[in-house]
């Protein structure tokens, strides 16, 4: 069974100001890795995609990805109050993702004004 | 493009009674899944469909039934209610192109209380 953890938070980061969320995974063979935002009383949705060891940057987001260290993690630069949101780290079932994602708790991100 | 619909939006069951969740999509996508998050936890899998015709079971399907009988609708059956089903059940769905995974659109999600 694929484990994904994230601390749930909440992490309270400045405006403006850089916030760093951190995802390990348990499962060596990963090979797809993501970033979903989720408003509260919402549903989630694809803000990050990664597949290489390395960055990747898109806008403000940047997603890093250390397959050695089974760690991936989201930078999210100049924070806004309208980034608030839990951000759910995932990667694909077994099975080569047929069976879809398996998701992390969340972490809860608050940006204050 | 309506994306992926669920009804009802939200809905209160009595302990014993049964339901079905509706969800379709207009994407034309071949892999449907059914998840339930509870208050401060990640996405769990109920069932998933890789095309008409064709379910499995994920993580949690104790109390739940699916069938697949179009490419576009994927309903989720609660038979027996109880209060452990109590969740948001979110469907999703995304298409079998390409070599990596690809997005999982989301519905807005069917919010269950069993009383």
């Known amino acids: 069974q694929k484990e994904v953890e994230q601390n749930s938070g909440p992490l309270s980061v400045p405006e403006g100001a850089i916030a760093s969320l951190n995802c390990t995974y348990s499962d060596r063979g990963s090979q797809s890795f993501f970033w979903y935002r989720q408003y509260s009383g919402k549903s989630p949705e694809l803000i990050m995609s990664?597949?290489?060891?390395g960055d990747k940057e898109d806008g403000r987001f940047t997603a890093q990805l250390n397959k050695a260290s089974q760690y991936v993690s989201l930078l999210i630069r100049d924070s806004q109050p309208s980034d608030s949101a839990t951000y759910l780290c995932a990667v694909p079932r077994p099975g080569g993702g047929a069976d879809g994602l398996t998701f992390g708790k969340g972490t809860h991100l608050i940006i204050q004004p | 493009n309506a994306g992926v619909t669920q009804t009802p939006k939200f809905r209160i069951l009595k302990i014993g009674q049964s339901m079905t969740l509706q969800c379709t999509q207009d994407m034309n996508h071949n892999y449907m899944y059914w998840y339930r998050q509870d208050p401060g936890m990640g996405l769990k899998l109920i069932y998933y469909?890789?095309?008409?015709?064709?379910?499995d079971k994920g993580e949690v399907p104790n109390g739940y039934n699916v069938s697949r009988s179009t490419t576009e609708d994927f309903p989720l059956r609660l038979e027996l209610a109880a209060p452990s089903q109590t969740s948001v059940y979110f469907c999703?769905?995304?298409?079998?192109?390409?070599?990596?995974?690809?997005?999982?659109?989301f519905g807005e999600g069917s919010r269950l209380t069993v009383l």
């Open positions: 999703a769905s995304r298409t079998a192109l390409g070599t990596h995974f690809g997005e999982l659109f």
């Open positions: 990664i597949y290489s060891n």
């Open positions: 469909s890789v095309g008409a015709g064709i379910t």
